[in-house]
Antibody, heavy 121, light 112 residues
């Protein structure tokens, strides 16, 4: 079964840091783009960033809203994706989803259950 | 303000047909970028519903269909069922933004 499972969310104070993890299984991890998408409470979906696949040198891209504060990385030996979040602000409060890009023509699938990050004092 | 524009809400009675629009621009849908649709049931994670503008992944009922024309795309649901009540999001790719992945703001479907 193709699956992704996020972990690492929690409550953090403004200015603090948190590291999210995503464990993937059931597919060739290194052959896929892996991405983070977040959803603030009661709001829509927002793309956070991606790491490309082996064929594209695992290049990384970020949304403007998180660039310089968030760092995406992957460990292909562990089939894992990470999101290091620094200098957190209340607007970063959201459920963070790890998703696999099946392909440009095929969209994001699967989605994990998400992990909630709350930035508050 | 989302790059892709969706109506905030739509509603329909069981058995009826509804459509949800997704309007973009010449830098995303109008540039030929694929459009994908996701269904988010209450309290759940999003799920891929339509890919490549009009393709249904395995397991998605044929009551769901997608289309694309010009700078817009649409999701149609026929034979509405109570279990279809959910939030629906369109997604595409934009060549003009650092956030190359763009989503619509979401549409809440209420089955009356």
């Amino acid at each position: 079964e193709v699956q992704v499972v996020e972990s690492g969310g929690g409550l953090v104070q403004p200015g603090g840091s948190l590291r999210l993890s995503c464990a993937a299984s059931g597919f060739s991890f290194s052959d896929h783009y892996m991405e983070w998408v977040r959803q603030a409470p009661g709001k829509g979906l927002e793309w956070v960033g991606r790491t490309r696949n082996r064929a594209n040198s695992y290049n990384i891209e970020y949304a403007a809203s998180v660039k310089g504060r968030f760092t995406i990385s992957r460990d292909n030996s562990k089939n894992s994706l990470y999101l290091q979040m620094n200098s957190l602000i209340p607007e970063d409060t959201a459920v963070y989803y790890c998703v696999r890009l099946v392909g440009w023509k095929f969209g994001f699938d699967p989605w994990g259950q998400g992990t909630l990050v709350t930035v508050s004092s | 303000q989302s790059v892709l524009t969706q109506p905030p809400s739509v509603s329909g009675a069981p058995g009826q047909e509804i459509t949800i629009s997704c309007t973009g621009s010449s830098s995303n849908i109008g540039a030929g970028s694929d459009v994908h649709w996701y269904q988010q049931l209450p309290g759940a994670a999003p799920k891929l519903l339509i890919s490549g503008s009009s393709n249904r992944p395995s397991g998605v009922p044929d009551r769901f269909s997608g289309s694309k024309s010009g700078t817009s795309a649409s999701l149609a649901i026929t034979g509405l069922q109570a279990e279809d009540e959910a939030d629906y999001y369109c997604q595409s790719y934009d060549s003009s933004l650092s956030a190359s992945v763009v989503f619509g703001g979401g549409t809440k479907l209420t089955v009356l």
